[in-house]
């Protein structure tokens, strides 16, 4: 069942320094929720910024949070979330969005996420 896969989903690893980022679950549905997941191999101010397909910004997540070093994940699951919605708050349409991490190193890493869309 789904309940059973979503601890193993959840522990999916990620690079260091932004080298891989990962949306969990992959596929939101309407009104979903996606962790943005990363790691950060020192201390980091880290910007999180959503992207529709044909790279026009449709939100900021977080900007210049302040996010710790971790073997595992530096993600904040309470902060680092994209909840399908626009800077405006309004849902956005079915597609494939592209997700920018940056910190304040230089590192910069993107993650695709695909929404069903709430409108």
Do not use: C
Not at 11 to 36: C, F, H, T, W
């Amino acid at each position: 069942s789904g309940k059973t896969w979503q601890p193993v989903l959840n522990q999916a690893a990620v690079g260091k320094n932004l080298a891989s980022i990962r949306m969990v679950p992959s596929v939101m549905a309407a009104d979903g929720k996606s962790l943005v997941a990363y790691n950060l191999a020192k201390e980091s101010k880290v910007t999180i910024e959503v992207f529709s397909y044909d790279m026009r910004k449709v939100r900021t997540i977080v900007k210049d949070a302040l996010r710790p070093a971790s073997a595992g994940r530096s993600t904040n699951a309470a902060e680092d979330i994209w909840d399908g919605r626009d800077d405006m708050g309004r849902a956005v349409t079915m597609g494939i969005y592209y997700v920018r991490v940056k910190d304040n190193h230089g590192h910069v890493g993107w993650g695709k996420v695909m929404t069903l869309g709430g409108r």
